[in-house]
């Protein structure tokens, strides 16, 4: 006999080959959020070739940040319809494509088509399916493989920083665009180690050959109807009945999503621009391209360790209960970075910078899918993170081009690294205060709930309504009579039932 949780789905295995998935996710993630910081080595040499200014240059990582953030309501439907391994791995070849045809490109409107519209797409067919299938595999251990994907990041970018200033030496600007682009198709390959993890085989799948036919004789006439009946609803449901099928739409009525979403909608106006901006100030105030582009694998490198560890710490017993706060901590400490950096007057002072920017970038990174998986559970998180998304990219798309502003205006780089910091010591400090709010009203709600569960008079148990149901009722006199009668036949029914 099959065993008895034949067509179940199985728990979440923490191990095994999860750990391979996290690899694949640790290369795509990499790629995703490392691609356009690493970028920002090419800006002043393609600001002097088409003659734009700051703003102009920087709205190409900001298109390109801005898709693969608002981009993710698509990505979580296709992964819900189709999987991670299939999604990511179309995301590859699209960000092939992008880079490469950016390499032909003739002009600054045609490299936000190439560059930030086709690769920023493709980053974020890879982006969502690798956290999401990252929850399917782990549950125990989720932050730590989390942090260890989201370490991807720093990685690559301590690659691409080096790597994009000598590709650029000897290639030019258009030559290290169609390396990239093949570069990026490895994304393909870290999609294919997505195994899907699904429903076990059905009890319905057994040895004998003629057993089968049997049961498919007998079950034929039956599933029929059924099918035919769900086709028929499929066909009944508006538009907007069937995207709420992979977007969940009610999490704007929870009410730890939005202090999320609030939060970080804030958080990422600021949160971008100074990478984008770190290697072209380097240049600015006199640094060599090398070590304006080692500035950001200093970054990279503490981003590295930062990240695992902050996994690491977040999975504690005295942390992970309240990992909101903590993540709070990190996005101000992140912006009290950036208050200091105009302090910072020659390259020792930004080598510190880079460091402590790297420390509190990872510790961002490293919890910002974590926190939200642990507001709205595993279940809700596919359509959490394409509803987040989507938010978050008005702001992504706003922050580098407004920095790019300031620094036309004023002719400095400090007003863009204050305005970055104020930004987001202002987002951790809400974060801090809703959050508190938002366990206080946890509580207080657990404790109500509680104490209703313990009161006898506020619930009746199933025996209790058995009993009253099967006593008689106390009927007196001829006048209740045609009641009486009534009762009876009621009961009656009820057992012929």
Request: hydrophobic fraction near 45%.
């Amino acid at each position: 006999p099959p065993p008895a949780d034949a067509g179940q789905a199985p728990g979440p295995p923490d191990g095994g080959w999860g750990w391979v998935v996290v690899f694949g996710a640790f290369v795509s993630i990499g790629f995703a959020y490392a691609f356009p910081k690493g970028l920002a080595i090419f800006y002043k040499e393609i600001q002097d070739f088409f003659g734009t200014s700051y703003s102009e240059i920087a709205w190409i990582s900001s298109i390109m940040l801005a898709t693969t953030y608002g981009a993710g309501p698509i990505s979580s439907i296709l992964v819900n319809r189709y999987g991670s391994r299939p999604v990511v791995m179309f995301g590859g070849l699209l960000c092939g494509i992008g880079m490469v045809s950016a390499s032909f490109c003739t002009s600054i409107l045609q490299l936000y088509i190439c560059v930030g519209f086709i690769t920023g797409f493709g980053l974020a067919l890879n982006l969502q399916p690798s956290v999401i299938i990252i929850g399917k595999y782990f549950l125990k251990r989720r932050p730590i493989a989390n942090g260890l994907a989201m370490a991807g990041s720093p990685v690559m970018l301590c690659t691409l920083a080096p790597l994009n200033q000598f590709l650029f030496d000897n290639f030019g600007w258009r030559g290290s665009f169609l390396i990239l682009g093949a570069i990026l198709l490895h994304c393909c390959v870290a999609g294919a180690l997505f195994r899907p993890i699904g429903p076990a085989i059905v009890a319905g799948k057994t040895q004998a050959t003629g057993r089968k036919d049997v049961l498919k004789e007998v079950t034929g006439n039956a599933t029929n109807a059924p099918t035919e009946n769900k086709m028929e609803e499929e066909e009944g449901k508006d538009c907007c009945e069937k995207i709420n099928q992979y977007l969940d739409f009610s999490l704007f009525k929870h009410r730890g999503f939005l202090i999320y979403l609030i939060g970080n909608v804030l958080m990422f106006l600021g949160f971008f621009a100074p990478i984008v901006f770190l290697a072209p100030y380097a240049k600015h105030i006199g640094i060599d391209e090398y070590s304006a582009a080692f500035l950001l694998s200093i970054l990279a490198i503490v981003d590295m360790i930062a990240r695992p560890t902050t996994g690491i710490i977040a999975n504690s017993k005295w942390v992970r209960p309240r990992i909101q706060y903590f993540f709070s901590f990190s996005i101000a400490f992140n912006g009290a970075c950036h208050l200091l950096c105009p302090l910072a007057s020659g390259y020792k002072w930004l080598v510190v910078y880079s460091a402590f920017f790297g420390l509190a970038f990872g510790m961002v990174c490293a919890m910002l899918f974590e926190t939200l998986m642990d507001l709205v559970g595993a279940s809700r998180f596919t359509s959490a993170v394409g509803l987040v998304t989507i938010a978050e990219c008005c702001t992504i798309l706003l922050g580098p081009p407004i920095g790019g502003t300031l620094i036309d205006t004023f002719g400095d780089y400090k007003y863009m690294f204050i305005k970055c910091g104020a930004v987001m010591v202002l987002a951790g400090i809400f974060l801090f205060i809703m959050n508190y709010y938002n366990y206080r009203i946890l509580a207080k709600e657990e404790k109500e709930r509680k104490a209703k569960e313990e009161d006898p008079q506020s619930v009746r148990t199933e025996s209790e309504d058995r009993n009253n149901w099967n006593k008689e009722p106390a009927l007196d006199g001829p006048e209740l009579e045609p009641l009486r009668e009534e009762g009876e036949g009621l009961k009656k029914e009820m057992k012929g039932t």
